[in-house]
């Protein structure tokens, strides 16, 4: 996939927000340059097309706490990789169906094995490949895993599934970062697909139910009125008296007129608040740049955990 510019005003939300880390008066690129030098020690980057040594106990395991498959230290892996499963492009849409779910098979036939999926969000049948869009999640990049039986080798490759996702950050209300804007196919850079009415956000009303102001046609979150409340004296998301570390997860549901065909689709958002941004523990400020470094840097957000829901951690102050 071809990567565009950026939306600007993303990036200027999010490193605002993390503005003690990255500074605020950065120009748009040298921001970009420097949130691809944040990492710590968990930080694990993604797979290209390679193959990678694993143990076999683990590439046969029938549970979703497979560990990502890493290179051996000690013995080289074997050249090339031509049994990875192929899903006719580098990106796959979820589709309109009348009631069934929509599955999407290999279009080619490694020969018997196991399938995986890294992170966590893929809905994959580990015997034949076949993955269940209706239930994954959408908007994310994942590396699926193939071991042929008989074999100790994990084949990976990356595959996007396509749709709308909300960024890991924090936004501090006092220095104007206000909205928290979606981006699509899991690649920041790209423009926003919602100009023409191609977008239809919180299609269910759910959102709105939990006093989560957004604007409809563009997925564009009003944090300001969504903590406060849009009515003086009612009360946002979080109620009359928000308390540091409060937490509400709301479920937005959309469609998209992009090559998902207006599919109904929908993603969990985590909405936290805090007083002031330093009252974070250093824990939950680590985790959310770890996932920035990987997001922005071309690598999926996690390969060791589900990075769903995102989180936007809401804050009045410094």
Known sequence: MKKHSFVGSILVLLFCACSKIVPEALPQTQQQQTAATLHDSTRQTSPSDTTHRVDTTHAIDTTHTVPFPVTSSTTAPPPGCPLSPIYGDTIIYPQPTSGADYIVNPVNNPGPGKYFAWPQGMVIDQNTGAINLTKSETGLKY??????????????????????????????????????????????????ICANNACTFDVTGSAASQKVVMNTATGVIDLQKTLNGSLLGLGGVFGLIPVNGQVVTTNIYYKLKDASNSALQHISVQFVYYDRKSNMTPGLLTGILTKLDNLFSGNMISTYSNPRPPLIVITRYY
């Open 143 to 192: 590396a699926i895993g193939y071991v042929r039986d008989g074999s100790t080798d994990t084949c990976l490759s990356t595959l996007v599934i396509g749709g709308a996702a909300y960024i890991d950050s924090v936004y501090v209300l006092s220095s104007g970062a206000t909205t928290a804007l979606p981006y699509f196919d899991a690649n920041p850079y790209l423009p926003s």
